[in-house]
């Protein structure tokens, strides 16, 4: 298991795990659920540069992204927003979106990715 690097783990997930030269970082939702659909994804995706560069890796590097959102109908123009402006348009992922039933009724968006190291 030595070839398996886990960073920011706790009792129920690791927030990041290393392997193959592969970081898989775990679903990330925004800490202020109070606002709306452009705060809390340039919050997830703040948050989501910083476990990149815990992982020795940046979102130029991005392999695949997950976007799940609360309500597709009313957000998706808004995260889409957003997330033009945070994506590296010379180095974009695959990615797909949807919607789902997210675990608190104030998150509006989660995001899951993974980038080479």
Request: charge should be negative; aromatic fraction near 4%.
């Amino acid at each position: 298991m030595s070839d398996i690097q886990r960073l920011d783990s706790n009792k129920r997930l690791s927030r990041v795990v290393i392997h193959n030269g592969v970081v898989h970082v775990a679903g990330v939702t925004s800490s202020d659920l109070s606002e709306d659909i452009g705060v809390q994804t340039r919050d997830v995706l703040t948050k989501i540069d910083g476990y990149l560069a815990s992982a020795g890796t940046d979102k130029s590097r991005l392999l695949t992204v997950q976007i799940w959102l609360k309500n597709i109908d009313r957000d998706f123009e808004g995260m889409n927003a957003v997330w033009g402006e945070w994506a590296d348009i010379n180095n974009m992922p695959t990615r797909a979106t949807g919607e789902v039933k997210l675990a608190r009724s104030e998150l509006l968006v989660e995001i899951i990715v993974s980038a080479a190291k």
